[in-house]
């Protein structure tokens, strides 16, 4: 009791107060889209191994090592030659499209990573991974990774709208297994278009929202890297070399399987089993390519197994073409390391050259 005054007085205890209960823990759980994204990722290398497997399954490995065992120096001189020319002209088109983003990019540059790209696109599963890696490292160069990352994307866009339009006339125009089919795919591409164009109209553009952010800055990206006058003719043209340098690739390799056929019906097949190489569901390049062109080429007339030759010697030719990229690819980090053992004594990774004298 405190003292106050010359008297006592008594100090009542405080009022306890009432505390909240304590929630019990709540597990975060995953979204959707957290679930779907590395479902995705294998979901793509597995469905293209899958359809090798069933290749293999139903036709056995005979057309598989036939078509490698006929790969002769001629075959791969060609490819190189065609490869060479194809890359460059990615590199162009690239270079034109980030110079209408805004992005400096010599087109030294562009095809040394064009040839890196591809080399990894070849090697590693999805067929996309060497693309990926172009556009985040070119971003991280110019400081800017989603300017990078949107000139890729609109770069390889442009190619493959250049791509099917050649091949819906070459395949309405020329005989093949789907040539009945195409005025209904042409009345659903039409469609299709259409409807983008209302929805995008439709959409507001106005704001701060991440959908209307999204929607000004695509529009700015085609109106200034795509249609712009000083450059949509170069982005054609280049993606018309690429498509007519892949489709050389491919007659190569259906000549080089033993494949007799004149062009009017390789080409329309050729493009047919491209088309199916711009699934992203598949190992390296293979999968889908070679299902399309067993069927392409058995319901041509020809047979399954010739055409599962050429896909298989068609994939071998591309990654023959691709080797210059994993010099881009491991020069740069040999030469790191030659500066840095030059620099640091003959010191690289806590390993110490020997000396003149000692050290043995």
């Known amino acids: 009791m405190p003292f106050e005054g010359g008297q006592l007085h008594s100090v009542s205890a405080p009022t306890p107060v009432a505390l909240p209960a304590p929630r019990p823990a709540v597990r975060p759980t995953r979204s959707l889209r957290a679930w779907a994204r590395p479902l995705w990722a294998w979901a793509r290398p597995v469905a293209g191994a899958a359809i090798v497997a069933l290749l293999l399954w139903r036709l056995g490995t005979g057309p598989f090592l036939a078509g490698l065992r006929v790969i002769d120096a001629g075959a791969l001189a060609a490819a190189l030659a065609i490869g060479a020319v194809t890359t460059v002209c990615c590199g162009w088109r690239w270079s034109l499209v980030a110079r209408g983003l805004g992005v400096r990019l010599p087109l030294r540059t562009a095809v040394a990573h064009c040839y890196r790209s591809v080399f990894l696109n070849a090697t590693l599963p999805g067929g996309v991974l060497g693309d990926v890696h172009r556009a985040v490292d070119h971003g991280r160069n110019v400081g800017d990774v989603g300017r990078g990352v949107r000139a890729v994307v609109w770069e390889r866009s442009a190619g493959q709208i250049v791509q099917a339009a050649m091949a819906f006339i070459v ?23 259409l409807g983008a164009v ?5 959409l507001p553009s106005s704001g701060l929202s991440r959908w209307a952010r999204a929607l000004r800055t695509s529009k700015a990206d085609i109106r200034d890297a795509l ?3 000083r450059r949509w003719p170069g982005i054609v043209v280049a993606s018309v070399v690429v498509v007519c340098g892949h489709l050389a690739t491919f007659v190569v390799a259906a000549h080089t399987a033993g494949s007799g056929a004149p062009l009017s019906r390789l080409v329309p097949l050729t493009l047919l089993a491209l ?8 190992v390296g390049g293979w999968g ?3 299902g399309v062109a067993a069927w392409a080429f058995g319901a041509a007339g020809l047979t ?7 896909a298989v010697v068609y994939g071998a030719l591309v990654l023959v073409s691709s ?7 491991v020069l740069p980090r040999i030469s790191r390391m030659w500066r840095m053992w030059r620099g ?7 390993w110490k050259a020997p000396s003149e004298e000692g050290d043995r």
Do not use: D, H, I, K
């Not at 209302?198 to 439709?202: Q, S």
């Open 171 to 193: 395949l309405l125009v020329f005989p093949s297994p789907v040539r009945r089919y195409m005025p209904a795919v042409a009345a659903a591409a039409v469609a299709v278009g």
């Open 198 to 202: 209302l929805v995008a109209r439709a």
């Open 227 to 229: 249609l712009a006058p």
């Open 275 to 282: 088309l199916a190489m711009g699934l992203p569901l598949n």
């Open 288 to 290: 889908p390519r070679e």
């Open 304 to 310: 399954v197994a010739q055409g599962l030759a050429t």
């Open 323 to 329: 080797l210059p990229g994993a010099c881009v690819l």
């Open 344 to 350: 640091g004594g003959g010191v690289v990774a806590g």
